[in-house]
């Protein structure tokens, strides 16, 4: 809770019970689960696809507890995506993670799809997602009780449009409880419109040089955040995507009205290849363009025979756009100008213009404050940041009765 990663909150009504989200935190090796839970829940209630959020649940399929997963239906398919790549992660290095493919595709079997502003009803509790605007079928969860009161669990949302998204939906019912993420609660992002111009300056003078841009950036959401962003300021040279992002992009394109604009992937697309195996790999680099790939922290994914390739041409640029965990490759290449992965030996100094631009699809500070302000709960719990406890105390300063909750070892009765 106090921390970003293996996100989990488990609600107990006397009645029902129901999990929203059951999360990894993937930047550990082996990937830290939340603790498992007693006995069995009646559903989950998933507000994303991101495996902070999602990453656990086939953990309840094979500790035998089967219950409904209700989702928005494209995060069944991003699950699916990543749910496969972390297993086949966790054969490559080795690491045996505490759940099989047949629970990957029991879990898969009990997603129940749900729209939108569509409720549905638990035994006594009643529930509606909300649109989040953080990735293509992100949620909060609105969960309206027996007694009367109405919890709102926003997971990770967005109250700002971005290339890819509307923001998130902000015309809410009365909320009693609000559990609120708090990635960007000590700090406002910087202009978008900036970063969007800093990254186009950053590819004219790399493809001036003769160089490639190399950028990093998280498969489901980010990638096809950039390819707008390219496409919108008009970047003509070869443009190639490669790595996981390819099947993300396939998945999300098939969601159309989930999308600000319902044909901007398509039309983004057009002058774009997907990549596809180390042979195309070496002939795209011979070349000045652009290639955007995974993983957004480099610890992993195509972007691995690239940098090996690159890392020493002054003339080319690696754009990190993307959180970076601590501990993690990029993070520590951002500090030390050294790209080390010990998985392939790898340890070289990087000559390439490194530079971080962040594109977040989090909401910031000022707009954490004015979302609570807007809803003016009874009580407010900050998870999922790391800097909740801080969040919390502003918050009771200005009036809110707030609260961080220690991870796993608080019991909360409304």
Same mark, same amino acid.
């Given at each position: 809770?106090?921390?970003?990663?293996?996100?989990?909150?488990?609600?107990?009504?006397?009645?029902?019970?129901?999990?929203?989200?059951?999360?990894?935190?993937?930047?550990?090796?082996?990937?830290?689960?939340?603790?498992?839970?007693?006995?069995?829940?009646?559903?989950?209630?998933?507000?994303?696809?991101?495996?902070?959020?999602?990453?656990?649940?086939?953990?309840?399929? =094979? *500790?035998?507890?089967?219950?409904? /997963?209700? @989702?928005?239906? %494209?995060?069944?398919?991003?699950?699916? &995506? $990543?749910?496969?790549?972390?297993?086949?992660?966790?054969?490559?290095?080795?690491?045996?993670?505490?759940?099989?493919?047949?629970?990957?595709?029991?879990?898969?079997?009990?997603?129940?799809?749900?729209?939108?502003?569509?409720?549905?009803?638990?035994?006594?509790?009643?529930?509606?997602?909300?649109?989040?605007?953080?990735?293509?079928?992100?949620?909060?969860?609105?969960?309206?009780?027996?007694?009367?009161?109405?919890?709102?669990?926003?997971?990770?949302?967005?109250?700002?449009?971005?290339?890819?998204?509307?923001?998130?939906?902000?015309?809410?019912?009365?909320?009693?409880?609000?559990?609120?993420?708090?990635?960007?609660?000590?700090?406002?992002?910087?202009?978008?419109?900036?970063?969007?111009?800093?990254?186009?300056?950053?590819?004219?003078?790399?493809? =001036? *040089?003769?160089?490639?841009?190399? /950028?990093? @950036?998280?498969? %489901?959401?980010?990638?096809?955040?950039? &390819? $707008?962003?390219?496409?919108?300021?008009?970047?003509?040279?070869?443009?190639?995507?490669?790595?996981?992002?390819?099947?993300?992009?396939?998945?999300?394109?098939?969601?159309?009205?989930?999308?600000?604009?319902?044909?901007?992937?398509?039309?983004?697309?057009?002058?774009?290849?997907?990549?596809?195996?180390?042979?195309?790999?070496?002939?795209?680099?011979?070349?000045?363009?652009?290639?955007?790939?995974?993983?957004?922290?480099?610890?992993?994914?195509?972007?691995?025979?690239?940098?090996?390739?690159?890392?020493?041409?002054?003339?080319?640029?690696?754009?990190?756009?993307?959180?970076?965990?601590?501990?993690?490759?990029?993070?520590?290449?951002?500090?030390?100008?050294?790209?080390?992965?010990?998985?392939?030996?790898?340890?070289?100094?990087?000559?390439?213009?490194?530079?971080?631009?962040?594109?977040?699809?989090?909401?910031?500070?000022?707009?954490?404050?004015?979302?609570?302000?807007?809803?003016?709960?009874?009580?407010?719990?900050?998870?999922?940041?790391?800097?909740?406890?801080?969040?919390?105390?502003?918050?009771?300063?200005?009036?809110?009765?707030?609260?961080?909750?220690?991870?796993?070892?608080?019991?909360?009765?409304?």
């Amino acid at each position: 809770m106090e921390n970003i990663g293996n996100s989990a909150v488990h609600v107990d009504t006397g009645v029902e019970k129901f999990v929203m989200d059951y999360g990894t935190k993937v930047q550990e090796i082996p990937p830290k689960f939340p603790i498992p839970m007693k006995g069995n829940v009646d559903a989950v209630m998933l507000t994303h696809s991101h495996l902070d959020h999602s990453g656990g649940i086939p953990l309840l399929a =094979a *500790n035998k507890n089967n219950p409904p /997963i209700y @989702g928005i239906e %494209v995060a069944k398919h991003l699950c699916r &995506l $990543l749910w496969m790549d972390s297993l086949k992660i966790a054969r490559e290095e080795k690491i045996e993670l505490p759940y099989t493919k047949r629970d990957v595709k029991t879990s898969l079997k009990n997603f129940v799809p749900v729209k939108f502003r569509t409720p549905f009803k638990l035994r006594k509790t009643k529930v509606t997602y909300f649109d989040a605007g953080h990735i293509p079928g992100s949620a909060m969860i609105y969960s309206k009780f027996d007694d009367g009161k109405a919890l709102l669990y926003t997971g990770d949302y967005n109250t700002i449009d971005t290339r890819l998204m509307k923001k998130a939906d902000m015309n809410l019912p009365d909320v009693d409880y609000l559990i609120t993420e708090s990635t960007y609660s000590d700090r406002e992002h910087p202009d978008r419109k900036e970063m969007e111009k800093e990254l186009v300056k950053i590819v004219d003078e790399t493809l =001036a *040089n003769d160089g490639i841009t190399l /950028i990093a @950036g998280f498969a %489901v959401g980010r990638i096809d955040e950039l &390819l $707008l962003v390219l496409k919108k300021h008009g970047v003509q040279c070869p443009i190639y995507v490669d790595g996981m992002a390819k099947k993300a992009i396939t998945i999300i394109n098939q969601y159309k009205s989930l999308l600000k604009e319902k044909d901007s992937l398509d039309n983004a697309l057009e002058n774009v290849e997907y990549v596809y195996g180390d042979v195309m790999r070496k002939r795209i680099v011979k070349k000045p363009g652009v290639i955007l790939t995974t993983s957004g922290m480099l610890s992993g994914g195509a972007i691995i025979p690239y940098l090996r390739k690159l890392h020493s041409q002054e003339e080319s640029s690696l754009i990190l756009t993307s959180f970076q965990a601590e501990g993690t490759p990029g993070k520590n290449l951002l500090e030390t100008g050294r790209f080390v992965y010990p998985k392939e030996n790898i340890d070289v100094e990087v000559e390439m213009f490194v530079k971080r631009l962040e594109f977040s699809s989090h909401i910031a500070k000022k707009d954490l404050f004015d979302f609570a302000k807007k809803l003016n709960p009874e009580k407010i719990f900050c998870v999922h940041g790391d800097h909740t406890e801080e969040f919390a105390m502003e918050l009771k300063h200005n009036g809110f009765d707030a609260i961080a909750p220690v991870a796993n070892n608080r019991v909360f009765k409304l």
